[in-house]
């Protein structure tokens, strides 16, 4: 029997995830388990958050007034049993759950002691996070129509739920995203039975790889429907460059496999109406911005120019994959032709660093290194500056770009991952919004900074005309929810 699908009734769905602001958040999953299911409530269906109880965010669930279910779930994991407590808070429009287990999750750090390491009983916090997020429903007396679990710290609800856990819930669907496939969840084969699964799953074509198990995978293998967070993701992560050992997997599930490019938050990231900067600006009225690029220039110290040099920022992590070692060695005949200013805020591998700070010191008041993040004057980069430079080696999604389009900032961007499905050459003169380049060396990226400066300095109308399109770009959650709630459908009234 066919069941038709009805656009018009409200879908029911449980975002399972590690992270969530502003509860807690190491990166960019964070960002992305807030602003889907916000937008997904926003058009008018029920979603639902459920994390694990950290310290950290119990104490800020504390300060919005956390309820505490009565009772107690009793998750069995490897002949143990843990007492998890259900914690709700809301999140704006969006019930939060959190699942609070003393033993497990009442550390300082999230995945580890340090940003850098693991806990060595992250299978088992996370097999009983598993587990009780399956059981949550039955707790709380709300039943799913999906699951989207997210990242490899949710990659084996799916198959947890198909091989029996889930048995209340045997008409829901799974999804799985990928959100960085660099970070897979890989434990010892004899964890297994932490999970409760049986031995017979553990080959090749479900949970075994390269002689242990790995939860990513397992998220992969066992999903209904797999995403990840841009279209050009998807089909990278299928080739050797970009697949780090799991490209055969998810070539064999290509049939399910899709990328939704993520969105940004167009109320937080907003030129007419951002309070981190000193002067508003739209795309009809663009002398803010102007204002913005001078005062940046005074809060970074740098020496006053006109407007035929083109002042450039970076916000990013200050690591390898960011291509910095690309403008590092770049630039300098640049700066000392005045073509350009730099201005840098980061932090990360301590080479790179030091390679910024010679830099700064090499370019007095032409460069300028702050060390560190600072949530305003990132805004500020990216009101302030004619050009943004993001060169990754590879990149999942992004979100400078998307805000740098937003404030009329053109990126620079390697064509990669989810730059490449939001930044448009201004070769294309119908549609170009930045400049892109290739291959991974100084001379593609110099030859591209080039033809970039050269646009800037002496073809202004078309610079502005490629800045209306940047700022006219749809990078709103709002889309991205419509593209899943298509997804969510297919599955649920097939």
């Not at 806990?119 to 587990?131: I, M, S, W």
């Not at 009780?132 to 129509?145: M, S, T």
């Not at 078309?462 to 419509?482: I, N």
């Amino acid at each position: 029997m066919v069941v038709h699908m009805n656009n018009d009734e409200q879908l029911r769905v449980l975002h399972v995830a590690s992270e969530v602001l502003p509860l807690c958040k190491t990166g960019g999953l964070a960002d992305v388990v807030a602003a889907l299911p916000a937008a997904l409530v926003a058009a008018g269906h029920d979603a639902r958050i459920v994390i694990p109880g950290y310290r950290t965010a119990l104490a800020a669930a504390a300060a919005m007034d956390v309820d505490w279910h009565h009772h107690p779930v009793t998750i069995e994991v490897g002949g143990v049993d843990h007492q998890v407590g259900i914690g709700v808070v809301q999140l704006g429009a969006v019930t939060c759950y959190l699942l609070a287990c003393d033993e497990l999750f009442d550390r300082d750090g999230i995945y580890g002691p340090t940003p850098d390491s693991d806990y060595e009983d992250n299978a088992r916090r996370f097999a009983v996070f598993a587990k009780a997020a399956l059981a949550l429903p039955r707790c709380v007396g709300w039943v799913p129509q999906v699951i989207h679990a997210h990242d490899w710290q949710a990659g084996f609800v799916p198959v947890i739920r198909e091989r029996g856990f889930g048995r209340d819930l045997p008409a829901t669907r799974t999804v799985f995203t990928i959100h960085n496939i660099a970070y897979q969840g890989q434990f010892a084969a004899d964890h297994m039975r932490l999970f409760g699964l049986d031995g017979w799953l553990y080959n090749p074509m479900h949970l075994e790889h390269h002689g242990g198990i790995n939860a990513l995978k397992a998220g992969v293998v066992f999903a209904d429907q797999v995403t990840t967070v841009s279209r050009r993701y998807a089909e990278e992560i299928q080739t050797a460059d970009y697949g780090w050992g799991l490209e055969e997997v998810l070539r064999h599930h290509a049939y399910k496999l899709r990328g939704i490019t993520n969105g940004i938050d167009v109320g937080v990231w907003d030129p007419a109406t951002d309070p981190h900067l000193p002067a508003h600006f739209t795309a009809t009225r663009m002398a803010g911005k102007k204002r913005c690029r001078q005062a940046l220039a005074e809060e970074m110290g740098l020496v006053p120019t006109d407007d035929s040099v083109c002042m450039v920022g970076i916000v990013s992590r200050l690591v390898s994959q960011k291509g910095l070692n690309l403008v590092i060695e770049a630039v300098s005949p640049y700066i000392l032709d005045g073509r350009m200013q730099l201005v840098v805020l980061g932090a990360g591998d301590p080479a790179c660093e030091y390679a910024l700070r010679t830099l700064q010191g090499r370019h007095h008041g032409w460069v300028c290194f702050w060390h560190g993040y600072n949530e305003g004057l990132a805004h500020r980069i990216e009101a302030g500056c004619d050009l943004f430079l993001m060169p990754s080696l590879y990149e999942p999604c992004g979100l400078n770009q998307m805000y740098s389009l937003r404030y009329g900032t053109l990126p620079l961007v390697r064509h990669t991952g989810g730059l490449a499905d939001t930044v448009i050459d201004v070769t294309d003169r119908q549609r170009g919004n930045g400049f892109t380049f290739g291959p991974f060396d100084v001379g593609h990226f110099s030859s591209v900074l080039d033809r970039a400066l050269g646009l800037y300095r002496h073809y202004p109308r078309e610079w502005q005309a490629a800045r209306r399109r940047a700022m006219a770009a749809d990078l709103s959650w709002t889309r991205v929810a419509e593209e899943y709630i298509g997804l969510y459908r297919s599955m649920v009234y097939a």
